[in-house]
């Protein structure tokens, strides 16, 4: 573990610095577009600006927006690459696609030069996580198609940490190499990270004996859910980093060792907005709404003003780790696609989570939304860890607690042990039936 180091000027850039470092880039990112990038020219065209006459960050609101749903169409009319690509399809030589499991996937591909950029977006990842040369890091994370820790992989050895990975390979066989690699940083899903301590558990084993220093999570809301995150500290003995990132649009933010549960915006590789879902319209400081994003230098498949479905609140107040960065406040808080209305109420899985997670008792959950409309109900089945005492009252308590979070009234069943399912990638304890 490497102690604090000083902080690379662009993470401590005064406002007026700042924005103009990025509209600097937003001009070079934007001039790189016309003629070049078919879905960016054909957008740009139609909303019918010119570029020379933009004064840059302040005018970037009248260029449209993007959506996921653009892209996706865009790649079914013009398989399988689409035409968001910015140079020639042979200069590319990375593939990922998006771990969506509702919907067609979505497929985004780098080049040399924009997989090195992400690589530049999670090193200061790491630094906010004071991992650096001379840590091990360990990924127990299967490498497949989805974007994941591949970028965190090569970033990771970039600054001279030694990169384990634990792909194709079980539970037991990752406790047991943590325990004999000497590891002293983990990157997971937070689910996975409360999964493997199950199985230390199951086995009379504890993860808190592994020396493990920093658990960094990513890929679900967990790692800034204060309940979800305490709970992985203390089974690991370790400090939780959160760290969120899309596919399409890269390694966007991080949490620094002196927030606990803040999500720090790279600023200087991605220009950020957050908006009124309803209405468009930019929203201030301190006010929830959508992050908009768009990327400062992925050259070659870039996004501009890209909704991300992700609900936040922003603060652009100073931080004590001494990054002028805005801040997510507790991470993200929602998605906009997943909230369901039940009997008037709005519910969003990371509600539930927040409640459910607070029971020590409980290992596992699963909420399900069943049938439409007015007759909606929400049932949350829980696991009880072995030893939690009377499962009836333990649902009870849920379930009192449940309805004084969420105003709502949600049946709590208990599950038999081991009848839910565990995930390693992005966790589907929400199920709705019947979605309308
Ligand atoms: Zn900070």
Known sequence: ????????????????????????????????????????????????????????????????????????????????????????????????????????????????????????????????????????????????????????????????????????????????????????????????????????????????DCGVKVVIVAGEPGGSIEATRRRIQEAWGARVIDHHGLTEVGPLSFECWEAPGHLHLNESRFYCEVIDPATLSPVGDGVRGELVVTSLGRDASPVLRYRTGDIVVRRSTPCACGRTWARLEGGILARADDMVNVRGVNVYPAAIEAVVRDFPEVVEFRSTVAAAGALRTLRVEIEPAPGAGDPLTLAAAVGQRLREALGLTAAVQVAEAGNLPRFEMKARRFVVENRD
Not at 51 to 67: C, E, I, N, Q, V
Not at 110 to 127: G, H, L, P
Not at 190 to 200: F, K
């Open 1 to 208: 573990m490497t102690a604090t180091e000083a902080l690379p000027a662009e993470e401590a850039l005064e406002p007026a610095a700042l924005s103009s470092f990025q509209g600097q880039k937003l001009r070079e990112m934007l001039q790189k577009l016309p003629g070049r990038n078919g879905f960016y020219t054909r957008k740009l065209e139609a909303a019918g600006v010119a570029l020379a006459d933009l004064t840059l960050p302040r005018d970037l609101h009248r260029l449209p927006f993007t959506t996921k749903a653009e892209l996706v169409a865009d790649q079914a009319a013009a398989p399988p690459w689409g035409t968001a690509l910015s140079e020639p399809l042979s200069h590319y030589t990375r593939y990922c696609q998006t771990s969506s499991t509702t919907g067609r996937p979505l497929r985004w591909i780098d080049t040399n030069q924009s997989w090195q950029w992400m690589i530049e977006c999670w090193k200061a990842v790491y630094r906010g996580a004071r991992v650096g040369a001379g840590d091990r890091i360990f990924f127990p994370f299967s490498f497949g198609p989805f974007l994941g820790f591949w970028v965190a992989f090569d970033a990771g050895s970039q600054i001279g940490a030694h990169c384990v990975p634990g792909g194709g390979m079980s539970s037991a066989i990752r406790l047991s190499l943590l325990e004999s690699l000497d590891v002293s940083v983990v990157c997971c899903t937070p689910t996975y990270a409360l999964h493997l301590a199950e199985v230390a558990a199951a086995e009379g084993r504890s993860l808190r």
